[in-house]
């Protein structure tokens, strides 16, 4: 289909509360990569699955954080007991293969921004 | 640690008139750069990409060019229109780990 889809686009939610981000990928590519942008901020990486390996899971900023993918298309990123500096725009991209060794850029969705009150 | 920083976070320039966006990255065995566009309320939109063993790429209207020498990469845009206004990133890759600076803003004066 069409690009990177992510849902909600917005979400506000009370503090302690637990989240679930979606990412719909586009048909085909192997690589997801999660990252969050905060308020005029670059962007964070936060996780990365390719294919059937292992995600790397080194930007992740606490346990509270998770993220998986099924059935290597469609990627959920869930924060429990979710913080105010939770706050921010959660971003997620495919990509063909594994960047840098077949030249293929990321392809962005536009985001969930996660408001936490 | 790995960091990709940019020289400036705003740029002001005429319509009309080049834009040169400048970006520094500190990762060595960085071999694959990308340049994006984010425009308010939109995700990061791929502009141009350039390997490591190459130091020059054109596109339509934006040059990439890159200095392993001084780790610097830059984005070029010719007759820089209205349309242009966005926050521009420079990312670099190592091992399919992605790393973006922290993104330029540029604005056309007209």
């Known amino acids: 289909g069409a690009g990177v889809s992510q849902s909600p686009s917005n979400k506000v939610t009370e503090k302690g509360k637990d989240v679930e981000l979606r990412c719909d990928p586009i048909?085909?590519?192997?690589?997801l990569y999660w990252y969050r942008q905060s308020l005029g901020q670059g962007l964070e990486f936060l996780i990365y699955f390719q294919g059937n390996s292992a995600p790397d899971k080194s930007g992740l900023p606490s346990d509270r954080f998770s993220a998986e993918r099924t059935g290597g298309s469609v990627s959920t990123l869930t924060i429990q007991r979710t913080q105010q500096e939770d706050s921010a725009v959660y971003l997620c991209a495919s990509s063909l293969g594994r960047t840098g060794v077949y030249n293929s850029p990321l392809h962005f969705g536009n985001g969930t921004r996660l408001t936490v009150t | 640690g790995e960091s990709v920083g940019l020289h400036l976070p705003t740029l002001s320039v005429q319509e009309g008139d080049n834009s040169i966006i400048n970006c520094a990255y500190s990762n060595s065995a960085s071999d694959y750069f990308i340049w994006y566009k984010q425009e308010s309320g939109k995700g990061p939109q791929f502009i141009i990409d350039?390997?490591?063993?190459?130091d020059k790429r054109q596109g339509q209207r934006v040059t990439v060019l890159l200095n392993k020498t001084v780790k610097h990469l830059s984005l070029q845009i010719a007759a820089t229109q209205p349309g242009d206004s966005a926050v521009y990133f420079c990312?670099?890759?190592?091992?399919?780990?992605?790393?973006f600076g922290s993104g330029t803003r540029l604005s056309i004066r007209p």
């Open positions: 990312a670099s890759s190592s091992a399919s780990k992605i790393i």
């Open positions: 048909s085909g590519h192997t690589a």
């Open positions: 350039i390997r490591s063993n190459m």
